[in-house]
Every structure is written in C-alpha cells, then in structure tokens.
C-alpha cells in the first residue's frame, strides 16, 4: 500500500501538468470531462498493472478495452470509422497519461531523476514567474506541491543516516499534510496576482526599463512606435524583421467571441511606396459612426435575423508590460470606457489615442461588433447595399443608444463618408502589367467585393516569411511596390500583403486602409495573453453604406471566425412553426412514438453490448484462473497442497461469520470455532459434525512440525472441507454455500 | 511413557501444591528447559513447598539456603576448611551444591553474594581457591524475593535478572483451592508423603529431548517478531535481549514437550513468553507514572506479532 501511495504521490502532479497543459493543444470534445474521466480511468488501469499483485491487475484494464471497444462496435455500420477518427484525442490522452505514468515512475524511483525534475520545474516556475505568462493557480499549486514532495523525501533520506528506516512509510504519512497546504494555497482568496513576487518582478523590471531606455536612447525618432508594434524594424520599412515575445496585453471576454479577435491599433491611409503615414488626425467620432453605420445596414437589410451578421461582445483589457499611447480595440466600437479619466481617449480616423503614456496596469472596456463577414451568406449583404437614409440612421442611433446631439447626427455621418473618401482613396494608379492582372482576375464577377475575395485569395496562395530583405531603392511610388510584390518577390510578411491589398483595392475606385494592431487567437483559458509576436497587419475596405470591411491577404494566417446562419422559414416565421406542430399532434400521432422507439432501442444497444462484452470478458478470465489454478495445484508437492486446501477451508469457515482475528493462533481458532459453531446454541450436535474442524489441526502439523505426512493428510482434509460445505448449507442455505463455491478459490 | 511421566509429575504437584496450576506447569517447563526460576511472592504462599513437591517427585536432594544481609558468598559456594588431622586443606560443600535450591529473599543478601549464586547458575560449576568443583545435575534455583518490602533489600541488578528464565508468581489460592489447602492440612497430608515419579537421572535425558524438538522457520520468526516489537516499544526502557530470545525458544520446546508433541506451535510460544520476558524488561519512568503495566503491554505485544500462517 505504501508503494502505491508513493508511486501516486509523483505520479500524479507530473500527470495532472501533463494533462492540463497538454489538453489546451488537443481536438478534445467540448465536454473536457470526458477527457478528464478517459485519462484517469487509463491512469487507474496503469496503476493496477504495478500495483496489484498476482492476476487480478488483468481485470480493470481488460474491462477497460473491452468497454471501449464496445462503444466502437455499437456504432452504425458505415459510421464506425468516422466514430473512430472524430474520437482521434483518446489515442493521444492515452499517450499522455502512460507517458506522465511513465515520468512518474521514473521520478518516484529514481533519485536523479526526482532531482533533475524538480529543478526543471523550479526554473520554470521562476522563468513564467519573472517572464510570465502567469501559470494558472491549479497547475502553480500542483508544481508547488510535487517540489515539496521531493524536498520532503530528501530531508528523509537524511534522516536515513540516523538510523529511522521507513522512509516512503513516512512521507505518505506527512504527504497528508503537505497536500492541505497545497489545498490552501489553491482555496485561499488570492490577491489579484498570486504568484506575483512584486520585489523580483520589480527589480527584473528596473533592469529591463533600464535596457529599453538606453536602447531608445540609440534608436531615437520611432520611440513609440516601437512599443506599439512589439517588433522593431531595421531602419526601413519593409525590411527583415525579429520578433520579441512578451506578454503585454490581457483580454478577458464572453463566450461567444469566437476563435479569434482583431484588436486594430494605428491605421493608415497615405503610402508613398516606401512607408505609411497617417494624415487623417482631426478629432472625430469616426469609429463609433462605423459601428452604427454597420448596424444601420443590417437592420434594413434583414432586420429579424441580424444577429446572423454580427454580435455584440463585451472586452475587458488589462495593459502588461507594454509601452505605448494607443488603446488596441477591435474595429465596429459600440462602447469604449477608459479605465481612468486622467488617461482620456480621443478617436480620431479611428485610432483611440490615450492623452497620457498607457502602460503596466492600465485597464479599459469596450464592447464591439463581432461581424459575421466571412460567412458565404454574408456576401450576399455586401452585393445588395442600399444607401442609408435620414429615418434609418436616427433609427440606428437611438438602438444603439447615441443621441445625434453629440456628433452622431446624420449630417456627421455624411461628412464621416466624405473625410474616408477624402483620406482612404487617394488618387492611385497601378502600371498597365497590374492592371491587366486586376482585369484578369475580375472577370465575370459580379461585384467589388467578389474581386477583392479573389485577390484576398490570390494573395493567400503566395509565400509567408519573416526576412524578404531590404526594399530595393528603385520602388518608389505605390504602384512599383504592388509590381514587385505581385510579379517579382512574391514573398513577405502581413505588412508586404496588406499594403498591396490597400493599393489594389484604392485603384479599383473602394476607399481602403492599412491597420496595425494584434491578432489574437482565443485559445486556453482566460484571460488570453496577447503577446507582442501576435503583432499583425491587414486591411479594411470601405463598402459604402456598410461600413468598413476586413480583409486577411496575409498568406498562412486563416482563422474561420463565423458562424452559420439560422435556417429560414420561407414565409412567415413563427407562424408556420406552430401550425405545422399542431398539424403534427392531430393529423400523425403514429411517427412520434414510433421515432421514440427507435431512439430506445438504439440506446439498448449501446448498453448492452459493452456490457456483454464486459461480462464475457469477466467469465472467460474467471474460467482461465481456474483452470489455470487446477494445473498449477496438481503440480504442487503435497504438503503445499494440503496448506493449500487448508487455506481454502479456513477462508470457507470465514463465510460462516469465523474469521481468524488478528493474533489469534490456529488453535485459539479452532477452540473458539468449535465453541461457536457447535457449543454455543446448546444443540447437541455429532462428533462427525464436529470432526470437519480437524483439518485446521492437521494444518499445523503441515506448517509447524518437522515432517508431516502430507499425502495421507490430504484427503482428510477434502472430507473435512466437505463436511464445511454441508454445514454452510444446513446453516446458510444453499444458494450460499453455490456462491461459496464460486466465490472463492483454492491458493 | 515420558507422556506418562510428565503427567504423574503435573498430578503429583497438583495434590500437594495448592495453588495455580499454571505455575506448577511452568515450574516443570523450566526443570526441563535447564532454566531458573525467580518467585516473586508475599510470604507464606507456598514458594518452599512447591519447591520441596518437584524435589520430591524428581527423587532430588533439597537445599535451602536463607538469605540474610550477612551471608557470605563462601556459604553458597562452600570453602576451603584446615583438617587438623591431615593438615591439609579441604573443601568443605556449600549450600550451592544441591540439585534443587530454594534461594529464599535472594534480595536481602548483599550483592556480592548474590553474584556468587548467580555465577553458579551461568557456569553450572563453582569455583574455591583456584580449584573448580561441578555441581550436580540436574541443578535449578529456585529463587524467591519479596515484593512488598523495600527497605534494607538489594534489587537484583538487570543483567542478573536475565539469568533466570522465568519470573513466577504464585499469588493467593482461589476459594476452592483454599479449601481443600484446608482439608489437607487436617488429615495430616505433608510434603513428605509426595511419591517419586521419576529418578533424578532421567531429567537429563528429558532435558536432552527438549533440546530436539523442531521449530519450523515460521515460529522463528514468530519468536524473533515478539522480541523486535519489545525493542519497538516505547514505554521499555530497552527491549529484549538475545539471550531472552534463546530462553524463550527453549521454553517453548520445553512446553511442546510437556504437551507430547515434537514440534513448538505459536501456542506454545504465546503461554510462555510473558513469564519468560516480564522481568527482563524495565519500564521507563514516564511509564511508571502512566502506571502502565509490563504484563498488559506484553501481552498486547504477543497479540501484534505475525502468526506465521498464510491465509
């Protein structure tokens, strides 16, 4: 029992850290519980293999494989395959689990082992402490534990030297106590950052504000821009870039914000071939006149199902180690709120620009517009725009609660159209090579936004790397950019794809924009980290009377953030609904319990055959031990026989309520047997009755004297077991006595 | 027929000597083990009478010596005497030299007597002026203290309490024993009426049978587990010594013996260890004031121990 305790003891924070960390990168179903159950019921079947001793270690893992491969069996014909790839993460779970028992074990075994993980885990623990991201506090719990267990195991190796031997005895007793800790540390109310050690972290930040000074210091002019985009350029523009890793944001949102989120921070509209400018930097509301330009749109498009287009999604931001002036923010704003009115917010061409510097600490909401826009139905909207009129757009702004008082009118909203096509279409012409292309790929489409899907995906058919080289002095202008991108380099990073969507877009008459900001991709548990690799660049297209649209040409990077339509109903809704349901209860009763039916017994199905299969599996290895059994005692010397079926007969006096207590000598137990079973209901019973108890006597002759005569013995103690067997009938009936019989066995 | 000899022992101790039967029983077990006895006992209980029984049936010759503050050790062993006649000196025997001795309140003597008797017991020799004289055999002390007086007493010292196989004591007769003590006395039964069963010669050939009987490796283990949970054991001072473990192997033969069987069973073990291990262990003094009993601990030792039967 010890061994197994302490097996566990190692076994299970290297398993739980496994799981927990492994588990995030796995297809696993939506209902982690299952995963969970599978993995520990995998950990229990290693653990019987160790621990139990002699065959009965078989039973749970056999039963284990035949319920799986039961539930393989129960599904249809042609769905077993599909059922068995869909479920691929259970090979992988099976993986993990005997490898971390694997780890585990070695770790609990091996002294250098226990060692060397334990200061693999303390560097780690230090690294994310210092660098972060934060470990969550389960796992931070659980890695704090296991290096109590190993310090706790190496002050009793010491303690082995004076002489106290039960070493693993007594760490399973202390680990107790070690474990109550862990739960405190894991249950307390912790502080906003737990395993934030305030004076390492401020000094590692002393140090590492100290280096960016003085790197600022030499890189003097972009001073913020390098804080904004968290890669450094080498001089120019489009040159080779190097990415830094940190965490400098963290989001937390609701549930349905999708796989992936834009948060856009600088946008652009004036490149001159080399590098991008921002002209447009008057104080406006140009963002939020967007938002309600989008939802304007949708409700006179398809007022009932707008939610098939958008939703709304409530962010919070919380600003780590990250320097800058600009609040990041998801484009089609509905609501942004400052985390302090000292640090303010002024929009202005959409960018969000702080009045103070942002920084560690910072924290702001916003709710946005999660946009639907890479749903084929959604295309559909952007082919039928209708222009927005004066009773809309109110109509728009009082849902979205702005009064047109404040910058929201309909008149700002037209002079918010005319400053996009004054800033985003500037006059671009592309050479005639360009051309021809953009011409080629736009034949028979039916609108703008079909070519640019094309050029979305022409674009993301080229080469992704992070080291182009250096911009050729010859490009001067936007149109030799977009000649050596499509036709020369054919390579390059989001920046190098972004920019030629932008310029394509402009010469084909759509106001387009170049926006800096992060992609980050929802994976994990909140709250997500953003860290300064996810750093990214794409482009917006202005759909008049839509509002601005997205667009992704970076080749590699494909996140499918939509979601499907509702199914319509032809005419009239609701309507329809009720009365075919009613229709369904009065004209058909027949198909409902018929459906119901089937439902029944396919779920019999799937009970019984697993069960089946567990029960045969049950019977063939209780008819395999015993036929096992039988063989190995035919080839056993008599007198270990004879104790054999001794053994037997004393477990069988057991089922009669005599259990041989502890300390208590075979003859104490023979007495007290006999005055139980045969003196103590003032029965008169037979000496023959009484006689089955001799064999115990005759077991002590086999165990204690010198040279029994086994062989002439044995068959004394058949007849004696018999005559136990008769008298658990007569006493216990004999359905007890058959399940005697059954139950146990003869080792 | 050693069977029937045993039994005539045992009847006879029982006829004369009222009191447990037990301690009759052990009294034989440590006769034919070669071992010594220590009575602890209030007086008057039938320490010398019991002694002078086993003498009498084994056609022994008795000794008693009577120890006093001023018994000398050359009174135990005897000592070197001029003849006048021969001018020569002569060994003259001391009390030692009988086959069963009754060392009656052996803690009122000084202890430097008290190591004369106990080397006796060790070597089964004395030793006068350079010159060794054998004792007789069979030879068992039978030695007796009091428990209730302290004052002007010598406590045997541990290491001469291990020499003695067992600690016995014999208490006050139950009412019916009383009686019949009572019956006894007036139709004039005495100790000399005790009839011989056996000769003295044949308890060494007893003695050599017990020696024979086998111990299957489980019992060994079952000794040596008692012995390794006394050491454990907090509340002693220090555990049980080897020689403890020895006398206990030989007692238990010396029991399977007197039951007629050939091989030692944990029972026989488990009846005799308390008597063979009470006195060789010491309470530590927090103990003493928890007021914990030797004999309780012991027996809740016994119960610990691993049977050695596989089930």
Redesign the interface.
């Known amino acids: 029992m010890t061994a197994f305790f302490y097996d566990l003891i190692f076994v299970l924070p290297v398993f739980v850290l496994a799981i927990s960390n492994i588990m995030v990168y796995l297809d696993v179903p939506e209902n982690t519980k299952i995963c969970y159950a599978a993995a520990l019921i995998i950990l229990a079947c290693a653990f019987s293999l160790k621990h139990i001793k002699g065959r009965l270690k078989f039973i749970l893992p056999g039963v284990t494989f035949m319920l799986v491969f039961g539930i393989i069996l129960v599904q249809e014909n042609g769905m077993r395959m599909q059922f068995v790839a869909d479920n691929f993460w259970f090979l992988w779970i099976l993986l993990i689990t005997l490898a971390s028992f694997a780890a585990g074990l070695m770790i609990a075994e091996s002294r250098k082992c226990r060692l060397a993980a334990a200061f693999f885990v303390l560097a780690v623990m230090i690294y994310l402490m210092v660098r972060g991201p934060l470990p969550d506090k389960l796992q931070s719990a659980v890695a704090f534990l296991f290096l109590v267990f190993v310090v706790a195991d190496e002050v009793q190796r010491s303690w082995e030297k004076s002489g106290y031997t039960e070493r693993k005895g007594h760490i399973v007793s202390v680990v107790p106590f070690i474990i109550l800790l862990g739960l405190i540390i894991y249950l307390v109310p912790a502080p906003e950052k737990p395993y934030d050690w305030n004076f390492v972290k401020v000094i590692m930040k002393r140090i590492s504000d100290g280096v960016k000074y003085a790197g600022r210091m030499i890189n003097s002019g972009k001073e913020d821009y390098a804080g904004v985009m968290g890669f450094k350029e080498n001089g120019t523009y489009f040159g080779n870039l190097y990415v830094e890793d940190e965490t400098i944001m963290r989001l937390s949102t609701g549930s349905n914000a999708g796989r992936v989120i834009y948060l856009s921070g600088r946008i652009m509209d004036d490149f001159d071939g080399r590098e991008w400018k921002n002209l447009n930097i008057q104080e406006n509301h140009d963002n939020i006149l967007d938002a309600i330009e989008t939802y304007t749109a949708v409700d006179i498009y398809d007022r009932k199902n707008n939610f098939d287009y958008y939703k709304r999604i409530d962010l919070n931001v919380e600003y780590d180690e990250f320097n800058t002036s600009y609040y990041f923010a998801p484009s089609k704003l509905v609501r942004f709120t400052p985390g302090s009115e000292k640090e303010g917010a002024v929009i202005s061409g959409s960018e969000i620009k702080a009045l103070t510097h942002l920084g560690y600490g910072t924290k702001y909401e916003l709710s946005y517009f999660r946009m639907n826009s890479q749903n084929k139905d959604f295309r559909l909207l952007t082919y039928n725009v209708t222009p927005i009129d004066r009773e809309s757009w109110d109509r728009g702004c009082y849902a979205l609660n702005y009064k047109d008082d404040h910058g929201y009118s309909y008149e700002d909203y037209q002079a918010h159209i005319e400053r996009i096509y004054e800033y985003y279409l500037p006059d671009t012409q592309l050479s005639e090579k360009a051309e021809e292309y953009l011409e080629k790929l736009s034949e028979g489409a039916e609108s703008d936004t079909e070519v640019l899907e094309r050029l979305d995906k022409v674009l993301s058919g080229f080469k992704y790397t992070l080291n182009p080289g250096e911009l050729p002095e010859k490009i001067k202008s936007p149109a030799d950019f977009v000649d050596y991108i499509l036709f020369e380099k054919q390579e390059g990073y989001c920046t190098h794809y972004a920019t030629t969507f932008v310029i394509m877009a402009r010469s084909m008459g759509l106001p387009a924009r170049f926006v800096q900001g992060f992609l980050v991709p929802l994976t994990g548990r909140q709250p997500y980290h953003v860290r300064s690799s996810m750093s990214h660049a794409w482009a917006e297209v202005y759909i008049d009377g839509l509002g601005w649209i997205q667009y992704e040409p970076t080749p590699g990077i494909s996140y499918d953030n939509s979601w499907n339509f509702m199914p319509r109903n032809t005419e009239d809704g609701e309507k329809s609904g009720i009365v075919s349901e009613e229709k369904n209860h009065e004209d058909e009763p027949l198909p409902v319990p018929e459906l119901e039916d089937e439902n029944k017994t396919v779920n019999w199905r799937g009970i019984l055959i697993p069960a089946g299969l567990i029960a045969l599996f049950l019977l063939g290895f209780i008819l395999a031990d015993r036929a096992l059994q039988r063989r190995r005692l035919q080839k056993m010397k008599p007198a270990r026989r004879a104790a054999v079926y001794c053994r037997y007969g004393i477990r069988l006096l057991a089922v009669l309520g005599m259990k041989r207590s502890k300390g208590e000598t075979l003859e104490e137990y023979r007495i007290r047997a006999s005055k139980e079973l045969f003196e103590d209901d003032g029965y008169e019973y037979e000496e023959e009755e009484k006689a089955c108890l001799n064999f115990i006597e005759l077991y002590e002759n086999i165990l204690y004297a010198k040279e029994a005569p086994a062989g002439e013995m044995l068959d004394e103690i058949r007849e004696d077991i018999t005559g136990v067997f008769a008298l658990i009938s007569e006493r216990k009936g004999r359905l007890m006595a058959f399940l005697a019989k059954v139950g146990t066995t003869l080792n | 027929m050693d069977n029937e000899k045993i039994a005539g022992l045992k009847s006879q101790l029982h006829e004369y000597f009222v009191g447990k039967e037990s301690v009759a029983e052990n009294l034989l077990i440590c006769l034919l083990a070669g071992g010594h006895v220590l009575m602890e006992d209030v007086p008057g209980v039938g320490k010398t009478t019991l002694a002078r029984i086993l003498a009498g049936c084994i056609e022994c010759d008795f000794g008693r010596i009577q120890f006093t503050p001023d018994t000398l050790p050359g009174d135990v062993t005897g000592s070197s005497v001029y003849n006048m006649k021969t001018g020569e000196f002569e060994y003259r025997q001391g009390a030692v030299m009988h086959q069963i001795i009754l060392a009656d309140e052996i803690n009122r003597t000084s202890p430097r007597t008290q190591a004369s008797l106990l080397e006796a017991m060790a070597e089964g020799q004395v030793s006068v002026d350079g010159k060794t004289y054998p004792l007789p055999r069979p030879f068992m002390v039978i030695a007796t203290q009091n428990p209730v007086e302290f004052l002007g007493t010598y406590p045997l010292p541990e290491a001469q309490m291990d020499r003695f196989m067992m600690r016995l004591s014999i208490g006050y007769p139950e009412k019916d024993e009383e009686i019949r003590l009572a019956k006894n006395f007036l139709s004039g039964k005495t100790v000399a009426d005790v009839k011989s069963v056996c000769r003295a010669e044949e308890i060494p050939v007893m003695m050599e049978k017990v020696e024979k009987i086998?111990l299957?490796d489980?019992?060994i283990s079952y000794i040596r587990d008692i012995i390794k949970l006394t050491r454990d054991e907090k509340s002693f001072v220090a555990g049980a010594s080897p020689r403890a473990m020895l006398a206990l192997i030989r007692a238990g033969q010396a029991k399977a013996y007197i039951n007629g069987r050939?091989?030692?069973?944990?029972?026989d073990v488990?009846a005799v260890a308390v008597n063979v291990l009470h006195h060789r262990l010491n309470l530590t003094p927090e103990a003493k004031i928890r007021k914990e009993d030797t004999d309780k601990i012991l027996g809740r030792i016994?119960?610990?121990?691993k049977?050695?039967?596989?089930?």
């Open positions: 086998h299957s489980g019992v050939d091989f030692v069973k944990p029972d488990k016994i119960l610990e121990a049977i050695p039967v596989d089930s």
